[in-house]
């Protein structure tokens, strides 16, 4: 399990460690100065120019250290410092003055000046993860030249310092332009800002530097940090008991599908197999019983009709309540429709399972349009919204909801107090405690019909395996996500069909 932190939390953890620890300021430079460089060095051609473009203030002067190694080790090395350097932090005149004593080139720009387009290598130092304001100005004219220089080919690499120039530290937003940079060198902890899209997409590759912070500077921040799971994680998968039956891995009641619409239902069912439940049962319409037991011979079915639905309710509400009591846990939602009798249907598994149960698609469909469906709410309740259905579900626009996606999904969870998984490229599962998951896993061949129905049934099944709520939902995205990484990788990023990435999930659950 790898921290994700914000740049508040960031600058907790670096002030404690000087502060209170008394870890000078300049040793944790260092450090980080030498982390950039070496993470340059791998890539650099000694002969090509290395420019570390440099803001005024502590992430400026980690570049200014950078380069001076960079330097010191026979490199083409040099640095421009945007901005006023008399207003710099008295880090950044520190690592100025040694960088001129040793004789290494520093231009300024803080106007007009021309100066020469640089060309090999940069190393972004302009802002780090303590900004809070839009890039303007003549560092937004540098931000620009780096992105265009880059694209031109003329610039080979850029390297960002702790967090791409003009990302913002806790969203991944882009605070009114942003360098696009190839690989990012961070320093003790990753940066929500990131992980998040489309910070995620101008960090290029993450690599997190050990520069000495201690562990408590962690178990002393206010709040708990965000978190995301990694290979190293494997070990959460449920072990199988040796000494077991069908029932020891639990059972499963999928309420899904409609009339010509039963593949989300046998997507869901196929996932929660995959994923290792012992027995799956779905129930659905019976226009769907055939191709069904067709297609997945393994599930028990159990149908109904839409006239049974509205005309025999008493009777139907027992038949629904016998359903919930066999379940261990129940899935509702996946391609249900939204015919009238859905908002009845979803409101009868409600108030009748007294077990965990994951809503997804047109569950969460009619929960929005009848609102009074919410009082049915339960702790044991998982909710998978993608961005519009989370859009109807809180009266947001998409856009809004894009904007801070942690704050949607974790206001939205303490309110109701249950776990909801918002999905995204960057998937957030925040739970009714207020913690937060972030997922690092998956990639743009998941985006196809059916991935969130898969997702639904791991989900599921890791419930029926005897997981709580939280740990469930953050492990079912997590090797959603890897399986997605395994099928990209065998089967390319553009064909990848759901019940593929179903499939892959043996794999993904290997530890």
């Known amino acids: 399990m790898r921290y994700l932190l914000t740049a508040k939390q960031a600058k907790m953890a670096d002030a404690y460690s000087m502060e209170e620890m008394g870890i000078p300021s300049m040793v944790l430079m260092e450090r980080a100065a030498l982390a950039v460089a070496e993470a340059v060095q791998k890539e650099a051609d000694r002969e090509e120019p290395i420019l570390a473009v440099c803001g005024v203030g502590n992430n400026g002067a980690d570049g200014v250290a950078a380069a001076r190694i960079l330097y010191l080790r026979g490199y083409r090395a040099g640095a421009l410092l945007?901005?006023?350097?008399?207003?710099?932090?008295?880090?950044?005149?520190?690592?100025?003055?040694?960088?001129?004593?040793?004789?290494?080139?520093?231009?300024?720009?803080?106007?007009?000046?021309?100066?020469?387009?640089?060309?090999?290598?940069?190393?972004?130092?302009?802002?780090?993860?303590g900004l809070a304001r839009?890039?303007?100005g003549v560092p937004g004219q540098w931000v620009e030249r780096v992105n265009r220089l880059r694209e031109s080919g003329k610039v080979r690499r850029v390297i960002a310092v702790d967090l791409p120039s003009g990302i913002d530290g806790d969203r991944g937003t882009v605070m009114g332009r942003a360098v696009k940079a190839d690989l990012t060198v961070t320093f003790g902890w990753e940066k929500r800002g990131s992980v998040l899209y489309p910070g995620r997409a101008y960090s290029g590759t993450v690599i997190t530097a050990e520069i000495g912070f201690p562990r408590k500077a962690l178990e002393q921040l206010e709040e708990e940090p965000a978190c995301t799971y990694g290979q190293e994680d494997l070990w959460r998968v449920p072990p199988r008991k040796a000494y077991s039956n069908k029932g020891t891995f639990g059972r499963i009641l999928i309420v899904a599908g409609s009339e010509n619409m039963c593949g989300a239902a046998y997507l869901s069912a196929l996932a929660a197999y995959r994923a290792g439940a012992g027995l799956v049962k779905v129930l659905t319409v019976e226009e769907n019983r055939p191709i069904l037991q067709q297609l997945l011979p393994e599930a028990i079915l159990a149908s109904y009709t839409r006239m049974q639905l509205m005309e025999g309710r008493e009777e139907f509400r027992q038949m629904i309540d016998a359903q919930c009591q066999w379940a261990d846990v129940v899935i509702l939602g996946p391609g249900l429709g939204n015919e009238e009798y859905v908002e009845y249907l979803v409101e009868d598994i409600l108030t009748a399972a007294c077990t965990p149960v994951v809503v997804d698609a047109d569950g969460l469909n009619a929960i929005a349009a009848h609102p009074y469906l919410t009082s049915y709410f339960t702790e044991n309740l998982v909710i998978t919204p993608h961005l519009g259905e989370m859009a109807r579900l809180t009266g947001q626009s998409v856009a809004e909801i894009q904007r801070d996606l942690v704050s949607c999904a974790r206001n939205y969870a303490l309110r109701y107090g249950l776990t909801c998984v918002l999905k995204d490229a960057a998937t957030v599962v925040a739970s009714r405690d207020g913690s937060v998951y972030l997922n690092t896993s998956g990639n743009s061949a998941m985006a196809k019909a059916g991935s969130g129905d898969v997702l639904t049934g791991v989900i599921g099944a890791l419930l029926a395996l005897g997981m709580e709520e939280k740990e469930a939902a953050r492990l079912g995205v997590y090797l959603h996500g890897r399986a997605g990484d395994l099928a990209a990788g065998e089967e390319g990023c553009h064909g990848l069909l759901a019940r593929e990435l179903a499939d892959h999930l043996r794999e993904a659950m290997k530890q």
């Open 82 to 129: 945007v901005g006023n350097p008399e207003k710099g932090s008295r880090e950044l005149k520190a690592q100025v003055e040694i960088a001129r004593k040793l004789g290494m080139e520093i231009a300024c720009c803080s106007g007009e000046q021309e100066i020469p387009e640089p060309e090999g290598m940069i190393i972004d130092a302009m802002f780090g993860v």
């Open 134 to 136: 839009a890039v303007e």
